[in-house]
């Protein structure tokens, strides 16, 4: 869920491109990650928390006030979505590469680019909707003011 997941995301998917799916990779791939979380957004705006395994960062477990019980269901939750995650990041990468040689290849129809961006938006959005899955269930985990502590931070 980047500039360094597998492969990096491509060149039309930078930082700030449609739905982070670098960020998305990032957040299933990081499951040993205590760094700084970092804001975790999806195009259109929707906030859906920071970065990466934040509940196991202490400062932000203790700014929010998580419990060792929520922490425990966080984890969970976690590692339930991560497969969905990766796969679904995977095959993103996989129609993206596809994408990338119909472009040069000098053959290349209409019709089969057209399917070609087409599946690029669709693995697109199932792993948008496979990452907003989990961070939706991660915050059913919180008390809404634990999940204004949490926008405060980010």
Do not use: C
Not at 77 to 97: D, G, R, V
Not at 119 to 124: C, E, K
Request: cysteine-free; glycine content about 10%; proline content about 8%.
């Amino acid at each position: 869920m980047p500039g360094g997941g597998p492969g990096g995301p491509p060149p039309s998917m930078g930082p700030g491109g449609p739905g982070n799916p670098a960020a998305a990779h990032r957040a299933a791939q990081n499951a040993s990650e205590n760094g700084s979380p970092q804001k975790q957004t999806v195009h259109g705006g929707v906030q859906f928390g920071p970065v990466g395994r934040w509940w196991d960062d202490k400062t932000v477990v203790h700014s929010v006030g998580i419990t060792v019980d929520q922490k425990r269901k966080m984890d969970t939750i976690f590692n339930e979505n991560k497969p969905a995650i990766l796969t679904s990041y995977q095959t993103y990468l996989k129609e993206q590469a596809r994408l990338s040689s119909l472009s040069r290849d000098a053959q290349a129809d209409q019709a089969t680019t057209f399917a070609a961006i087409d599946a690029v938006n669709q693995a697109r959005a199932a792993l948008q909707k496979a990452t907003a899955q989990m961070f939706l269930q991660l915050r059913q985990q919180m008390s809404p003011e634990q999940i204004e502590k949490l926008e405060k931070l980010e």
